[in-house]
């Protein structure tokens, strides 16, 4: 089965930082494209950053709301996908979660980010 766990999440002053993780089973990380995607109290979901292809490219994706201060890395040893997030604000605050297409879309149940100002 496939499972996608999260975890890294909690509260933060602004300008701090927090390294969000997502485990996951049933599938490799290093051979799919994998997301994160954040979704704030009262908006719709909105994708921070992807590695995009088929997991031979190390081609990686980032919104402009994110770029230059959240990085997104992946442990193929122990099929981990991370997200480093710097510089965060207020306005990250979101429940963050991991999401990969394979024969189904696949969540995690998410972790919480909350960014005081």
């Known amino acids: 089965d496939v499972q996608l766990v999260e975890s890294g999440g909690g509260l933060v002053q602004s300008g701090g930082s927090l390294r969000l993780s997502c485990t996951a089973s049933?599938?490799?990380?290093?051979?799919?494209?994998i997301s994160w995607v954040r979704k704030a109290p009262g908006k719709g979901p909105e994708r921070v950053s992807r590695f995009n292809g088929d997991g031979s490219s190390e081609s990686r994706w980032y919104a402009d709301s994110v770029k230059g201060r959240f990085t997104i890395s992946r442990d193929n040893h122990k099929n981990t996908l991370s997200l480093q997030t710097n510089s965060l604000k207020p306005e990250d605050t979101a429940v963050y979660y991991c999401?990969?297409?394979?024969?189904?879309?696949?969540w995690g149940q998410g972790t919480q980010v909350t960014v005081s100002s």
């Open positions: 049933g599938f490799s990380v290093s051979s799919v494209a």
């Open positions: 999401n990969v297409r394979l024969w189904s879309n696949y």
